[in-house]
T-cell receptor, first 114, second 110 residues
Framework: DVKVTQSSRYLVKRTGEKVFLECVQDMDHENMFWYRQDPGLGLRLIYFSYDVKMKEKGDIPEGYSVSREKKERFSLILESASTNQTSMYLC?????????????FGSGTQLSVL | GIQVEQSPPDLILQEGANSTLRCNFSDSVNNLQWFHQNPWGQLINLFYIPSGTKQNGRLSATTVATERYSLLYISSSQTTDSGVYFCAVGSGGSNYKLTFGKGTLLTVNP
């Protein structure tokens, strides 16, 4: 089975702090994603990476950056955390090939910014 | 972008009942997936089904791409089926960028 592991289940940070959310997958997937999930707004794509050092903006990239130095690891960075970034953050991965885009999610990180 | 509408928004069942969840989408797609989010927040991929019919135990799904809808069937429901069911779609060369519906909240009572 595919395993997508997020480093923290719960995280509490202060406004202005730099925050790193880490995600590791063990199935050699090319594609990795960061989503956030908010009540009433559903899941929204923040950033996507299709290869090492490659990234694409999703629907809501403002205030975030990402890093993919190794194929199995995809990091989400909040340069200066704000209260409106309090949310559930979900990492996911999939194969790149057509027909192989089945998406696998990690268990999520609930981030609270105070 | 593509609009995704799921119905019903909420559903309450007694254990053992059957149910059908619907996903309508506004444009042609080449990627459609169904997910179950359990009460602890974990999202599990149920089906990758851009067209046709698939079955996995008590669950089955059908996508009629030409008519822009997909159905998820749950038979003989169990309390562990409770949670939110999401449909997500993608299209064209960027079909990895999934658009999620708002979900159907299913509660199965013992």
């Amino acid at each position: 089975d595919v395993k997508v592991t997020q480093s923290s289940r719960y995280l509490v940070k202060r406004t202005g702090e730099k925050v790193f959310l880490e995600c590791v997958q063990d199935m050699d997937h090319e594609n990795m994603f960061w989503y956030r999930q908010d009540p009433g707004l559903g899941l929204r794509l923040i950033y996507f990476s299709y290869d090492v050092k490659m990234k694409e903006k999703g629907d809501i990239p403002e205030g975030y950056s990402v890093s993919r130095e190794k194929k199995e690891r995809f990091s989400l960075i909040l340069e200066s955390a704000s209260t409106n970034q309090t949310s559930m953050y979900l990492c996911a991965s999939s194969l790149k090939q057509l027909g192989g885009e089945k998406l696998f999610f990690g268990s999520g990180t609930q981030l609270s910014v105070l | 972008g593509i609009q995704v509408e799921q119905s019903p928004p909420d559903l309450i069942l007694q254990e053992g009942a059957n149910s059908t969840l619907r996903c309508n989408f506004s444009d042609s797609v080449n990627n459609l997936q169904w997910f179950h989010q359990n009460p602890w927040g974990q999202l599990i991929n149920l089906f990758y089904i851009p067209s046709g019919t698939k079955q996995n135990g008590r669950l089955s799904a059908t996508t009629v791409a030409t008519e822009r809808y997909s159905l998820l069937y749950i038979s003989s429901s169990q309390t562990t089926d409770s949670g939110v069911y999401f449909c997500a779609v993608g299209s064209g060369g960027s079909n990895y960028k999934l658009t999620f519906g708002k979900g159907t909240l299913l509660t199965v009572n013992p």
